[in-house]
């Protein structure tokens, strides 16, 4: 009867360690109480706007967040956002990517007992099982499939480590100084972090692949398993419900918490919205909604080519004079100031006529002076942050007087001072 019970014991004891597991490392997978009705925040949201005409940041619940303009990559909002953090399945982003770059989509993939083994979210792929490239994608960004990622990752580059080497090669082409990969998946490892920056710079760079565009701006599609068919539907709450989403991607492990990278355009506005580290599925869906509603009735574009413009004409005018070039055959200075990458960029309203325009040049000049000299420098800066800065250059060759110069610019003179003499 002891020996039974024992027996029972550790059957009920492996159960629990079965379930607590698939918990643990579940990915985009909502426990049952995290479910909510996404039309309650909706009104909540709506009710908030419609009733406060007073410019403030909302309460946010995710520990780190960021809103930046796709267009010149400007934060528009964030906390934290430099900050290191896990970030679960957002990684998956970088996975396709890598994919995308690096295979034919056509190409067939026959599922290793690793990939098949993989635990989390799955697409629920066995061992054997032949896919398509397209296919284990799709399952990889709408359904979140850890085993799809395993089964590309090996696919592509032979192992898990070789994938993330590729993966880390990428980040460092783009700047991401404070991203670093190990997963394919992005289950919890201490050496895999992003911050929602970079990882909101990852998202405009792969929001630009029209093949991955696609695939996270899915709702529904059908892929194949072995000639059958399989529905997916994409986990991304806010795809098809907030006005103006057009993707990309959820995350969720015990380390990272609830995460959401969206992209949303109404107008001639473009953002991308992460919240990193939310408590719950509906905290980071109520956080993401706030941020994005905040940033387009909050923000207006200004033409910051125009308003640099009209200053640089302006302080040229004033400053024609005072210029003076040694030994140069004039004093006369064609300048202009590098060409403004971003035209327009969104400015919060009731910050706009904060915007100052500063213009720093030498006034004493030494000939001769090659055509694209810099000689100062043009800044457009908003509450101390600079939106921008050139260089300000010359715009022809300034040369240096010679000898005839110097014996025309006498004659000149003594002709002068000799019929001046001759009149008295």
Known sequence: MKLFQIYYKIIFLFFIFIFMSGYVFADDLSPSDDTFDISEILGDIESIKTNSDIIQMPT???????????????????KNEHQKKKMASTTKI?????????????DMVEISKKAANTGGS?????????????????????????????????????????????????????GLSNTHFVTPHGLDEDEHYTTAYELAILSNYAMDNEIFAKIVGTKNYTITI????????????????????????????????????????????????????????????????????????????????????????????KNKNTFTIVKGISNYLDMQYEDVPYPSIPIRSDLIDELHVYINCESTLNAPISKGTPIGTITLELEGKTIYSGNIFINTDI???????YLCYFYQNFSNIFNTILQI
């Open 94 to 106: 970088m996975t396709s990517l890598i994919v995308i770059e690096h295979t034919d989509l056509s």
């Open 226 to 317: 072995n000639g059958y068919p399989k529905s997916l539907t994409n986990t991304n709450e806010l795809l098809g419900t907030l006005n103006g989403v057009y993707g990309i991607k959820t995350g969720f492990t015990n380390g990272a918490n609830r995460c959401l990278v969206t992209c949303c355009k109404r107008g001639d506005m473009d953002i991308i919205c992460v919240v990193l580290g939310a408590d719950t599925k509906k905290h980071r869906t109520t956080d993401s909604i706030k941020l994005i509603e905040y940033a387009f009735h909050n923000f207006t574009f200004v033409n910051i080519q125009e308003l640099l413009s009209n200053n640089f004409e302006i302080w040229k005018e």
């Open 122 to 174: 799955r697409l629920g792929l066995k061992s054997g099982d032949k896919i398509t490239v397209c296919d284990l994608l799709y399952g990889l960004m709408m359904r979140s499939g850890n085993d799809a990622a395993v089964a590309l990752a090996e696919y592509v580059a032979g192992s898990i480590n070789d994938f993330a080497t590729l993966m880390n090669d990428k980040a460092k082409s783009l």
């Open 399 to 405: 040369e240096q007087k010679n000898i005839f110069d």
């Open 60 to 78: 946010i619940n995710s520990r780190a967040y960021v809103v930046i303009d796709r267009n010149s990559n400007t934060i528009l909002a964030g």
